[in-house]
């Protein structure tokens, strides 16, 4: 059985902390895109720091992390299709090639 | 009320995440469309012409704060904290308000730039992608004002808790699909 909402959900704190997270990683995501000289890196920056806001959210907001692996592994096929959607038509059309 | 299910989790909370996940292959496929044709757009204007990086920064930040309020509006339910239910739910609309306000000043931006929605590539797919996304929010905007007064109503409390709960699993998507186009959409011109 899942635990009640209110016992397994984070405290307000967390939530706050995991807001304040976001807004920095936010923040050093346009820091980085203004910044010349990391040009060259950009593109594998700006996806890390995409996707370490993306699991915030669904872990502490969406309570993926205290809700269970079901919930986890429906949202995690979501994802995994979409994302083989978008690399599988890129890479069709050729926008992986020099 | 709802009695036990064979997973242990509850067949509305359940329903929402198997929704959310063919959402995700929705915004795949649209994704996917506008990647294939970035950077392929042959008339003007050009994306790097017309994007606010600034003002979009702005708008992102409201929702993602958004999403802050969404938890809090949650947290305070299931303690029955009504008064504070009311509040942050209603800052979450509110906040998705100013987010669509700031999507409708941009296509209004766009267009009076000379950018409809059939002018090139690049409006064609970021129309329809960025649309979509908002017309996500407005659900959202709806169904959190739908709660909120029936909280207001007295017809919302403790008891209801699963409720703002799956309101909130789909406003927190809402938000990780735009953490997505923010990146993909404004950062990787």
Not at chain 1, 19 to 31: R, W
Not at chain 2, 45 to 50: E, N, Q, S
């Amino acid at each position: 059985m899942s635990r009640h909402p209110a016992e397994s959900h984070p405290s307000t704190r967390l939530y706050v902390a995991v807001a304040v997270i976001l807004a920095a990683l936010t923040a050093l995501e346009v820091m980085v895109f203004y910044i010349e000289a990391l040009a060259p890196v950009l593109i594998p920056i700006l996806l890390v720091m995409m996707a370490a806001k993306f699991a915030l959210v669904a872990m502490f907001f969406m309570h993926l992390k205290s809700d269970g692996p079901v919930l986890t592994a429906i949202f995690a096929w979501g994802v995994f299709i979409a994302t083989a959607i978008v690399v599988g038509l890129m890479a069709i059309f050729g926008k992986f090639g020099a | 009320m709802e009695g036990p299910t064979s997973t242990g989790i509850p067949n509305r909370k359940l329903a929402m995440w198997t929704f959310i996940g063919s959402e995700c292959m929705l915004f795949g496929t649209l994704i996917a469309t506008y990647m294939i044709y970035r950077g392929r757009n042959l008339v003007p204007p050009y994306p790097h012409d017309l994007l606010n990086i600034p003002f979009i920064t702005v708008t992102t930040f409201v929702l993602l704060m958004s999403s802050l309020m969404m938890v809090l509006a949650l947290a305070a339910v299931q303690r029955n904290d009504l008064r504070a239910t009311k509040l942050w739910l209603g800052l979450t609309a509110l906040f998705g308000l100013i987010f669509l306000g700031g999507q409708y000043y941009e296509f209004s931006h766009f267009v009076h730039e000379g950018l409809p929605l059939s002018r090139n590539l690049f409006s064609s797919t970021f129309f329809v992608l960025t649309g979509t996304h908002g017309a996500h929010v407005a659900g959202g905007v709806i169904w959190l004002s739908t709660l909120l007064v029936r909280t207001v109503n007295g017809k919302l409390d403790a008891r209801h808790a699963e409720t703002v709960e799956i309101a909130g699993l789909y406003w927190h998507f809402v938000d990780v699909v735009w953490i997505i186009l923010f990146t993909l959409i404004y950062l990787l011109v």
